[in-house]
Nanobody, 124 residues
Framework: VQLQASGGGLVQAGSSLRLSCAAS????????MGWFRQAPGKEREFVAA????????YYADSVKGRFTISRDNAKNTVYLQMNSLKPEDTAVYYC??????????????????WGKGTLVTVSS
């Protein structure tokens, strides 16, 4: 699976952005998908995940209520809608795929494929 994230940019605090991750290669709908982020000088951390069917989602506490993950299997795309952005959300955002049955994967070491990342910068 090849993953390409897009949609990052420079925004002010309180703004919204929608990230997209387009997948190609193997059957997209067979994969659990996740978003992770890495801020400068910090480790990559989990943000949100969605099962292959889209029926289950899970969020990091830091983004719960502000971010929404979704997927469109017909378009081989997963999205991350980010609202009420804060300066601490500034990071490179990565999408990732895990070839597991219909479940949620939140541990980066268990992800099988990674995209190159898209930079989100939130100014105060």
């Amino acid at each position: 699976v090849q993953l390409q994230a897009s949609g990052g940019g420079l925004v002010q605090a309180g703004s919204s952005l929608r990230l997209s991750c387009a997948a190609s290669g193997r059957t997209f709908s067979s994969y659990s998908m996740g978003w992770f982020r890495q801020a400068p000088g910090k480790e990559r951390e989990f943000v949100a995940a969605i099962s292959w069917s889209g029926g289950s989602t899970y969020y990091a506490d830091s983004v719960k209520g502000r971010f929404t993950i979704s997927r469109d299997n017909a378009k081989n795309t997963v999205y991350l809608q980010m609202n009420s952005l804060k300066p601490e959300d500034t990071a490179v955002y990565y999408c990732a795929a895990a070839g597991v049955p219909d479940t949620i994967v939140v541990i980066k070491e268990l992800m099988d494929y990674w995209g190159k990342g898209t930079l989100v910068t939130v100014s105060s």
